[in-house]
Every structure is written in C-alpha cells, then in structure tokens.
C-alpha cells in the first residue's frame, strides 16, 4: 500500500504524529460543534426577533382600513425589513427555502398560533435578478403621490440607497451587506384576514463556516502550543532510549566499556543499573571463560610433554613418528589457544592509528618474505582501534590468501559512515556452504590435520572475533579472479 507520506519509524516521529492528529481533530470538532450549536441558537433567537417584528406589523397593517395601507406600509422603516402589500397574490410564490428562512417562517407560525399559520404563511427565495418582477407587482402609488424607489440595483429600500444599505438601517444590524446586494433574499408573505398579502422581503442570514470566526485562529494557535510543548515532553521521555541503544552498541564492541551514569527518573535511574549489571556479569562470565580457556591449555603442555618422552622409548619407528606429530599438531593447537586467550583477557587500549599504513606494511612484509602481495586505496587513513589486534586479524587473513591462493591484493575502501578492506587471492576458493562454518573455532576444510597444510583451525575464527570487537563484520566471498574475496567492514566511528 502506497502512503503520501512516510510513516515515522522512531517512536518520537509516531507518538508527534498522534499527538498532533489527535488534537487537531478534537479541537476541530470540538470547535465546530461549538460553532454549530451556537449558529443554531443564535439564528432561532434572531428568527424569533423578526418573527415578532413581523406579526407587530402585521397586526397594525391588518386594523387599518385597506384604502390606507399602501401609504401605511410605505411609511414603515424596518431595519433590515422591506415591507409590500400586495392585495391580490403573495410575493412568496415558490416552494425553495433556506434554513434561515424557515426558521423565520416557523417562529412566525409559532407567534400566530399552529392552526391559524400553517396555511397563513409561505416563504420563498427570491435571488437578486427577481427583484425586478417584484418591483411589478407594486401597485402605482395615488394621483400626485411620489413613487417608492424601486427594489432593483439601481434603487433602495424606503428610500435609504443601495439595497444593501437598505438592509442596515442601523449600525450592527444581523442583515446588514455593506458590500451591497445581498445573494439571497427571503420573501415572507402573510395572509391577512381580509386576503391581501403582506409580504416582507429580507436578506437571508448566512451561517458562516467555523473558520471564519474570530477565535478560530487563536484555538489553533493554542493547539500548536500544546503541540510543541507534547513534542517536547516526549522527546525528554524517550531520550534514554537512544542513550541506551548507544550504550549497548558499544557494549557490543567492547565489553569493558565504562558503566552507564545511573542518574535521571527513577526507571531511567533502574534501567541503567540493570544495565551495568548485565554488563558486569557479561564481563565476568567472559574473564571466567578466558582463564578457564588458558588454564586448560597451560595445564595440558605437561602431560603431553611427558608423553612426547615416552613415545620416544616406542621401538615401532613408523608408530613413533605417528605419535610425535599428533603431539605436535596438540602443541600447535594449545599454543595457538593460549596465545588467543592472552591477547583477549589483555583487553588492549584502543588508539588512534593509520589503517592505511598498518596494511601496506603487512603486504611490503609478506613482499619481503618472498610471497606475491600488493595493497590499493587509500593512502592514509585515521582510524581507532587495537593496533596488535587489527594487525594480527589482517596477517591472518594476507597470510590465508598467499597459503591457498599464492598472492594476497589488498584494497581499502573509505565510505561515509564506514572502512571497506578486501583481501583476495588466486586459489580454489571455498564452497559456499562451507564459508561460515569456516568461521567456527578448530574447523578446517582440509581434513588431514596436518599443520604444513591446514593450520589449526583458529585463523578466521580470531579475525570475526577482532572485527566483530571493533564493531564490525567479515564475510567470504567469490573474487572476480575465481578465488576468495574476504570482506572486512568496520565502523568509522
């Protein structure tokens, strides 16, 4: 499923994008429920207004006589209210209504009581290009009487200008356009008694969206305060987390690293301690097993060197030979191990060196002693770490190359974030299925176990453990020669 926009992959990227969608959307709908029940109340109290307005009207125009309506009802100055008396048809001859307008006519029904003002009162609206047929209906005023002005664009309302000044007698007025003609205009006609029609003709009320209001941008701008302050709450809560993701990357790398500060919130403050206490008991378990390991090995040079004496005295010469080199494949084995667990119970210091360097003298080395090497890259390159270590993983791995492959072509690669080194030889290679197993403490391909072929088995498997100590990897692969490309990826960091 494909999403405009990236989902956060961090917990203050998700729990911001909550936060900010949910008070968003509360306050938006809180706001324009608000608004929406506050409209309502608002236009039923206004319609009210005019309904009580309109039946005032209608009761005085209704007690005067008939020949003196006309004048009458020119007379009448509404604010926001246009008043004709028609005595033939009403002006409200359609059926469309707006909300606005059948709420007045409803408040009016309501004044007049439901049984004499359902079929008394109709409503319509009329848009602006109406006003003209309006204005026919009027009847001509009497002999030497001044005409009303007219209803259309170029008129005004009881003589008051535009039209929409017509609309706003008075300053404030709920009806009032200042812009001018209003879109829609309500046309309201009651019956009266005698069945003429008055009929009143005023602009509809427009029930504005809640963004149009006033406060709406102060809400919102207490929303994003509330935003800023949630994101800054959470980022506060969930900064241990990415101080204990460091934490246990350097853990990862060196298990004597220092402990963690056990300081801040009570479970920052717990967490820590946990922490350091696994860290403690990590580091222990592998001190125990390292001395254990080096024990094990010292302890095993006697009985073997009491058992190289004896298998002197053996008479069998073919027998002797045979047991004086498993012996020696023993001794090579425990010294390989003893020399591990020395150099890993000795936790070297990590400094800053020149990797680049450290490289070309292992090849000029191997160059020295006869063997095909040579090193590209980079010329110089800064890095920290356990220089013997490092040295000893890439003699082990140059020294792999020229054994099974006759040479050994170093490269160094430097990345943004990372140190790519390469070590490829000419030789058979290894199958793919074997390339990890490889890796495993004593495991040899070669099945002789014959020290001047095989080695012990330890090689590759101290290079992973240097690398990986250095926060790093190392991996076999296929060389474009045909040979093994072992890839070494450090940290720069």
Same mark, same amino acid.
């Not at 356009?177 to 879109?183: F, R, S, Y």
């Not at 150099?343 to 680049?356: M, P, T, Y």
């Not at 072509?409 to 790519?420: F, H, I, P, S, Y």
């Given at each position: 499923?494909?999403?405009?926009?990236?989902?956060?992959?961090?917990?203050?990227?998700?729990?911001?994008?909550?936060?900010?969608?949910?008070?968003?959307?509360?306050?938006?709908?809180?706001?324009?429920?608000?608004?929406?029940?506050?409209?309502?109340?608002?236009?039923?109290?206004?319609?009210?207004?005019?309904?009580?307005?309109?039946?005032?009207?209608?009761?005085?125009?209704?007690?005067?006589?008939?020949?003196?309506?006309?004048?009458?009802?020119?007379?009448?100055?509404?604010?926001?209210?246009?008043?004709?008396?028609?005595?033939?048809?009403?002006?409200?001859?359609?059926?469309?209504?707006?909300?606005?307008?059948?709420?007045?006519?409803?408040?009016?029904?309501?004044?007049?009581?439901?049984?004499?003002?359902?079929?008394?009162?109709?409503?319509?609206?009329?848009?602006?290009?109406?006003?003209?047929?309006?204005?026919?209906?009027? *009847? !001509?005023?009497?002999?030497?009487? =001044?005409? %009303?002005? &007219? +209803? /259309? @664009?170029?008129?005004?309302?009881?003589?008051?200008?535009?039209?929409?000044?017509?609309?706003?007698?008075?300053?404030?007025?709920?009806?009032?356009?200042?812009?001018?003609?209003?879109?829609?205009?309500?046309?309201?006609?009651?019956?009266?008694?005698?069945?003429?029609?008055?009929?009143?003709?005023?602009?509809?009320?427009?029930?504005?969206?809640?963004?149009?209001?006033?406060?709406?941008?102060?809400?919102?701008?207490?929303?994003?305060?509330?935003?800023?302050?949630?994101?800054?709450?959470?980022?506060?809560?969930? *900064? !241990?987390?990415?101080?204990?993701? =460091?934490? %246990?990357? &350097? +853990? /990862? @790398?060196?298990?004597?690293?220092?402990?963690?500060?056990?300081?801040?919130?009570?479970?920052?403050?717990?967490?820590?301690?946990?922490?350091?206490?696994?860290?403690?008991?990590?580091?222990?378990?592998?001190?125990?097993?390292?001395?254990?390991?080096?024990?094990?090995?010292?302890?095993?040079?006697?009985?073997?060197?009491?058992?190289?004496?004896?298998?002197?005295?053996?008479?069998?010469?073919?027998?002797?030979?045979?047991?004086?080199?498993?012996?020696?494949?023993?001794?090579?084995?425990?010294?390989?191990?003893?020399?591990?667990?020395?150099?890993?119970?000795?936790?070297?210091? &990590?400094?800053?060196?020149?990797?680049?360097?450290?490289?070309?003298?292992?090849?000029?080395?191997?160059?020295?002693?006869?063997?095909?090497?040579?090193?590209?890259?980079?010329?110089?390159?800064?890095?920290?770490g356990g220089p013997m270590a490092l040295k000893r993983a890439f003699a082990n791995l140059i020294d792999n190359a020229i054994k099974y492959g006759n040479t050994a072509r170093v490269a160094l690669t430097a990345r943004e974030d990372e140190v790519v080194v390469t070590v490829e030889d000419d030789g058979p290679g290894i199958p793919e299925g074997e390339r990890e197993k490889v890796f495993t403490a004593f495991y040899r391909i070669e099945g002789s176990r014959s020290r001047e072929t095989g080695g012990v088995g330890l090689g590759?498997?101290?290079?992973?453990?240097?690398?990986?100590?250095?926060?790093?990897?190392?991996?076999?692969?296929?060389?474009?020669?045909?040979?093994?490309?072992?890839?070494?990826?450090?940290?720069?960091?």
């Amino acid at each position: 499923m494909t999403r405009l926009w990236p989902w956060p992959t961090s917990i203050v990227g998700r729990t911001v994008v909550v936060l900010l969608a949910g008070l968003v959307v509360s306050n938006l709908a809180g706001f324009a429920f608000y608004w929406t029940e506050r409209s309502q109340t608002l236009s039923t109290s206004l319609a009210t207004q005019v309904a009580e307005r309109i039946t005032s009207l209608a009761q005085i125009v209704e007690e005067t006589p008939a020949s003196e309506r006309r004048a009458l009802v020119r007379e009448i100055r509404s604010p926001g209210l246009r008043v004709v008396w028609t005595p033939g048809a009403p002006l409200a001859r359609g059926h469309h209504a707006d909300a606005w307008a059948q709420s007045v006519r409803d408040a009016v029904v309501q004044e007049l009581g439901k049984e004499n003002g359902e079929e008394r009162v109709r409503v319509a609206m009329a848009e602006p290009p109406d006003l003209e047929r309006i204005d026919a209906e009027f *009847a !001509p005023p009497p002999e030497g009487e =001044r005409r %009303a002005p &007219r +209803l /259309g @664009r170029g008129g005004g309302w009881n003589g008051a200008g535009r039209l929409g000044r017509g609309f706003a007698q008075r300053p404030g007025s709920v009806f009032a356009d200042p812009a001018g003609l209003p879109e829609h205009i309500m046309i309201l006609s009651l019956g009266l008694g005698d069945g003429s029609w008055l009929n009143f003709v005023a602009p509809s009320l427009p029930i504005r969206p809640f963004w149009s209001s006033s406060i709406f941008l102060p809400i919102m701008a207490a929303t994003l305060a509330v935003i800023a302050v949630s994101v800054w709450a959470v980022w506060r809560a969930t *900064a !241990p987390l990415a101080f204990f993701t =460091r934490a %246990a990357e &350097r +853990l /990862g @790398r060196d298990v004597k690293a220092p402990p963690l500060d056990e300081t801040g919130p009570r479970e920052v403050h717990l967490a820590a301690r946990a922490f350091n206490e696994m860290q403690r008991r990590l580091g222990s378990y592998i001190e125990d097993r390292t001395r254990m390991l080096a024990a094990i090995s010292h302890d095993l040079r006697t009985p073997i060197t009491r058992m190289r004496l004896r298998a002197e005295f053996v008479e069998d010469e073919e027998q002797r030979r045979k047991m004086l080199d498993d012996l020696g494949e023993m001794e090579a084995m425990i010294a390989a191990t003893l020399s591990f667990a020395r150099e890993d119970a000795a936790g070297e210091a &990590r400094v800053s060196l020149d990797l680049a360097d450290l490289l070309q003298s292992l090849c000029d080395a191997a160059i020295d002693a006869g063997h095909t090497a040579a090193y590209a890259g980079e010329r110089r390159f800064p890095f920290t770490g356990g220089p013997m270590a490092l040295k000893r993983a890439f003699a082990n791995l140059i020294d792999n190359a020229i054994k099974y492959g006759n040479t050994a072509r170093v490269a160094l690669t430097a990345r943004e974030d990372e140190v790519v080194v390469t070590v490829e030889d000419d030789g058979p290679g290894i199958p793919e299925g074997e390339r990890e197993k490889v890796f495993t403490a004593f495991y040899r391909i070669e099945g002789s176990r014959s020290r001047e072929t095989g080695g012990v088995g330890l090689g590759l498997a101290v290079v992973r453990t240097i690398v990986r100590a250095h926060g790093g990897e190392v991996t076999l692969e296929t060389a474009a020669s045909g040979g093994l490309r072992a890839v070494v990826t450090l940290p720069r960091g």
